[in-house]
């Protein structure tokens, strides 16, 4: 009987332990975003791209932006060193993790001047640190509004699509 009480025992703080490991990166993960989020509101450049791991994608808006990080900063660099980078301020925010514990993923409502925006984006834990691999930024759109963005963006669309058909 004692051998069932010493395992019970064990899994019991064992999974303590993972429950406590993944609060304290839920939090990591929140004051990473959250800083990479202000270091664009402040135009801190190093801070910003030091968020981002070496191979970091972003992914913008627009469909045209689909950037490496080097390419990403290369576009941001002009908007830093005026000052005016951008400036989003979470909402909302849900962060997922891998069985473990070494990839996240978090989607997040954005207050920006695009009005209400997505964030979305991939995590990987690296020399015990966080670092976002993947970012996604969507302009959100009301269903009710649909019909009138898609009038919109017709004429781009249409002319995009042929080119990557190509």
């Given at each position: ?105 978090f ?55 042929e080119?990557?058909?190509?």
């Amino acid at each position: 009987m004692k051998p069932i009480w010493i395992l019970f025992f064990f899994l019991t703080i064992g999974s303590s332990i993972n429950a406590q490991d993944k609060n304290d990166a839920t939090t990591e993960i929140h004051l990473l975003l959250d800083a990479w989020h202000e270091a664009a509101a402040v135009a801190d450049l190093e801070t910003y791209f030091s968020k981002l791991a070496d191979n970091a994608i972003f992914i913008g808006t627009d469909a045209t932006e689909n950037w490496t990080k080097k390419e990403f900063r290369a576009y941001a660099t002009p908007f830093f060193e005026v000052g005016k980078a951008w400036i989003f301020k979470p909402l909302q925010r849900n962060i997922y993790f891998s069985p473990d514990g070494k990839t996240a993923w978090f989607d997040e409502l954005l207050d920006t001047q695009m009005k209400i925006c997505r964030g979305s984006g991939v995590l990987i834990h690296v020399n015990r640190q966080w670092k976002i691999a993947h970012y996604v930024l969507s302009m959100t759109v009301p269903n009710d509004k649909s019909s009138e963005v898609i009038n919109l963006k017709t004429t781009t669309d249409d002319s995009l699509m042929e080119q990557l058909r190509k």
